[in-house]
């Protein structure tokens, strides 16, 4: 096998070479426990408010509007049990989300209804953007949190996050972003959104896994999830992953000195996959966005007609190429992505979907030889194909 092309960046990214060097000192000899008093504490606390410090700059924040977690999962969920305390201390409420959130809030949300949490789905269109009448349709005085995510991880879908706001705010609610896949690619501001919380996640934008980022605007209400020790002001306890989070805030200031270059890399390299595939490959289906506006910019999810998805990925794997069907989660259990469907996708096409995702590390070269590889492995999957 000769080259190894990595197109699964929204599954999880390599970490940036600035980042493996400053983690790889720092944990040669940092080692206190960031909460304790003595030298070694506060030169550990240090990396940690170094890290936050990095990280409020990327988002339009305060750095006491920042808390750490162990990931995007965790902090979504924390999101979601505010709002449950806040619904059950009133005695009524509702939430409103999307059909095609993260499984860390569709779980929670599944959680919360056989719990007697009363929650809404806005559904979306085919191009991956939700309905906005039907969100103003679901809203009303009760409705205590809106929940909507800034890019969708298997469609690239961008959300009018602004305006999402704006409505939820109109109704009293208070609003949250799961902006974990936007993060690096297109710009995104606490401040210019009017956020009350978002969640991201380092391992997503060229950081160390487990790191995750709770932002919580001053003064929202706030209950922890893990309860403990004081860390994070009592909002998440848990010996601080001093190395991890240092790393991440490098990761973050990469993100914002790269930006809109890095915006306009991927897309060229998307749109080149793009026009590629469909010169190459007859009766093939491009979900989700189409407008770049709308567009998280490396992403590309594709249906082949007649063709599982999983052979697609198997075969590709076998000439070096990572991708994924869409789902990561559906992985295994080979149940075609919820995400396509919410959007109205056939079962069959969804069946035979493939998202690449592009990252900072992949090369025009990378997108030429998917051109050469996978066109011949579509016509053998189609030409064995019992469908
Ligand atoms: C990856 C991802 C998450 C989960 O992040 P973890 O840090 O792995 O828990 C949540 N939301 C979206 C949109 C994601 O892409």
Redesign the pocket.
């Known amino acids: 096998m000769g080259r190894l092309i990595y197109l699964d960046n929204?599954?999880?990214t390599q970490m940036a070479p600035e980042v493996i060097n400053a983690i790889s000192e720092a944990q040669s000899v940092v080692y206190g426990n960031a909460s304790s008093m003595h030298s070694f504490g506060r030169e550990a606390n240090k990396l940690v408010e170094d890290a936050r410090s990095n990280i409020a700059s990327l988002l339009e924040c305060s750095t006491d509007e920042i808390t750490f977690t162990?990931?995007?999962?965790?902090?979504?969920n924390t999101v979601f049990m505010i709002a449950k305390s806040l619904i059950e201390k009133k005695g009524s409420g509702r939430i409103v989300t999307t059909t095609i959130?993260?499984?860390?809030?569709i779980e929670t949300v599944k959680y919360l209804k056989e719990n007697g949490i009363h929650v809404d789905q806005v559904p979306v269109a085919r191009d991956g953007r939700i309905k906005i009448d039907e969100l103003k349709k679901l809203m009303g005085p009760d409705v205590v949190l809106v929940s909507v995510?800034?890019?969708?991880?298997e469609t690239g879908a961008i959300q009018p996050i602004a305006e999402v706001s704006e409505i939820a705010h109109s109704y009293g609610a208070l609003f949250h972003t799961?902006?974990?896949?936007a993060i690096g690619k297109i710009k995104v501001s606490c401040k210019d959104w009017n956020l009350d919380y978002l969640?991201?996640?380092?391992?997503?934008f060229y950081g160390p896994?487990?790191?995750?980022i709770l932002f919580a605007k001053k003064g929202v209400p706030f209950m922890p999830f893990v309860h403990g020790g004081e860390q994070e002001h009592g909002r998440r306890a848990g010996t601080y992953n001093t190395i991890s989070i240092y790393g991440t805030g490098i990761a973050a200031k990469l993100a914002q000195e790269n930006l809109d270059e890095e915006n306009r890399r991927l897309w060229k390299m998307r749109e080149a996959l793009r026009e590629g595939i469909l010169k190459t490959v007859p009766h093939v289906v491009v979900n989700g966005c189409q407008d770049q506006q709308f567009c998280l910019p490396g992403t590309l999810d594709v249906s082949f007609e007649n063709v599982e998805g999983e052979s697609i990925l198997l075969m590709l794997d076998m000439n070096g190429i990572a991708v994924s069907t869409g789902s990561?989660c559906a992985t295994g259990s080979l149940e075609p992505s919820y995400v396509l469907l919410a959007g109205g996708l056939d079962v069959e096409l969804a069946h035979g979907s493939i998202r690449f995702s592009f990252g900072r590390f992949n090369t025009m070269e990378d997108v030429e030889y998917v051109l050469e590889v996978l066109p011949p492995i579509i016509e053998r999957l189609r030409a064995i194909s019992t469908r």
């Open positions: 929204n599954a999880t162990s990931g995007a999962s965790e902090a979504n959130e993260h499984p860390s809030i995510m800034t890019g969708n991880n799961d902006a974990t896949q969640s991201c996640s380092g391992h997503k896994k487990g790191v995750g990561a």
